[in-house]
């Protein structure tokens, strides 16, 4: 039977280590930080899991906040410009925010009551040697550790050398939920993206808003402004981009409530994004894999990233199980079987969230139908649960027009004179 090692304990390792343990696998999961730690610390990100997501869960016995209460249901688009778009998509089925200090804890503690294993300390390039010969397979889940390295980053889709946006990301009291409940994607051409979203956290139930600036276009002045020495400048700032471009949330503040919950309730980062190769050879013959931000970092204005890595756990949990079965070596076959079947979902969330930073003249032809078409609404916010669906969208000119025309745009197409 084998034994695996999985380095980082965010969603991708932590689904993984429940997958396998789900299978009796001996699996130890390493981390840079205690679940108390975690829980107390920064927010991580904002991040939200979309049904494919959520029925992974529920099959590992973990869904611990269940969609019908701390989901939501749709999308409200807001396109800013001199003629505003504003339009609704649903879900088939809800996606729901939670704050990952209280997700990521209470998923290591189940881990760990099923007999997974928890090392808590620094991995470092230095202990490659020893965890491959303690593990038939090493799985590496840490984009941001020294072991992210053993993995070349790949020119082409979905990387870049610099990030694309500047991203600052916050809890808030003090906005009124939209009606039906849902994430509002705000966009403000040249300046940036809003994504509000709707979310669980230690403070009850709150509002994150994730402001995607554009390097140099003005909104991210918010990625500079000390909210700890002048709390008082950092939400006039806010308040005041959110007035003058992001109007459909700027209308929900409550005055007088409207704030940060706290101030480890804020990150400001940048992202690279990358995509790096899937697996690297080990001293003594044996092989790891990259799984999660490892693997590809996307920058999260379409919301993929958690929710690829656990799509992605899943794939590598199945081959392991046939493996099992067929041929229990886990080398550089594995690897390449893995490869292959999470490639065309991994990819295409990472080129979709490439695609709609920089989005070119289809895609703004697409907001714009979709503002008219309620169908082709509803299928492009319930592809955000299924970035390979998407991506065949969006990926050229003609595969839009197809996707418009069966949703009838020939009628937008007439009457908008190509407005988007």
Not at 254 to 277: C, H, N, Q, S, Y
């Amino acid at each position: 039977m084998p034994d695996i090692g999985i380095v980082g304990a965010g969603v991708a390792g932590l689904h993984l280590g429940l997958l396998l343990r789900r299978q009796g696998l001996p699996v130890t999961l390493y981390s840079d930080r205690t679940p108390a730690q975690v829980a107390t610390g920064r927010l991580p990100a904002t991040v939200a899991h979309h049904a494919p997501t959520l029925r992974r869960e529920e099959a590992l016995g973990v869904a611990f906040w269940p969609a019908g209460e701390y989901g939501y249901t749709c999308h409200h688009h807001y396109v800013g410009g001199p003629r505003p778009l504003s339009f609704r998509g649903d879900f088939t089925s809800p996606s729901r925010a939670v704050d990952h200090r209280l997700v990521l804890p209470a998923l290591t503690e189940v881990f760990q009551e099923r007999g997974g294993g928890l090392r808590v300390g620094r991995v470092g390039a230095d202990d490659v040697e020893k965890l491959a010969a303690r593990h038939d397979l090493l799985v590496v889940a840490a984009g941001r550790g020294p072991l992210a390295a053993l993995f070349p980053r790949l020119d082409g889709p979905g990387s870049a050398t610099a990030p694309r946006r500047r991203l600052c990301a916050g809890l808030y009291h003090g906005v009124a939920p939209v009606e039906p409940k849902g994430v509002t994607l705000s966009l403000a051409p040249g300046r940036g993206e809003l994504i509000e979203i709707p979310l669980y956290s230690r403070d009850g139930h709150v509002t994150a808003l994730l402001f995607e600036c554009v390097p140099g276009g003005g909104a991210d002045a918010l990625c500079d402004i000390d909210h700890r020495a002048d709390p008082a400048a950092f939400r006039r700032a806010v308040l005041d981009e959110l007035a003058a471009h992001h109007p459909t949330v700027s209308a929900r503040i409550v005055p007088g409530e409207f704030g940060l919950t706290g101030p480890l309730d804020l990150v400001r980062t940048a992202i690279v994004p990358t995509v790096r190769a899937d697996w690297a050879e080990l001293p003594g013959g044996r092989y790891a894999l990259a799984l999660g931000d490892a693997h590809t970092v996307v920058d999260p204005v379409v919301g993929q990233g958690a929710n690829v890595a656990s799509y992605a756990a899943e794939v590598v949990a199945e081959a392991v199980a046939e493996a099992l079965l067929e041929d229990p070596v886990l080398d550089e076959l594995f690897c390449r079987r893995v490869a292959r079947r999470r490639g065309e979902v991994v990819m295409g969330a990472a080129r979709w969230s490439e695609l709609m930073l920089q989005p070119p003249g289809h895609v703004r032809q697409l907001l714009g139908a979709m503002s008219e078409l309620r169908g082709a609404a509803d299928e492009f916010t319930d592809n955000f649960g299924h970035p390979d669906r998407q991506w065949r969208v969006v990926a050229t000119p003609e595969r839009t027009h197809a996707f418009l025309a069966r949703h009838g745009a020939a009628r937008v197409r007439h009457t908008e004179g190509g407005r988007a």
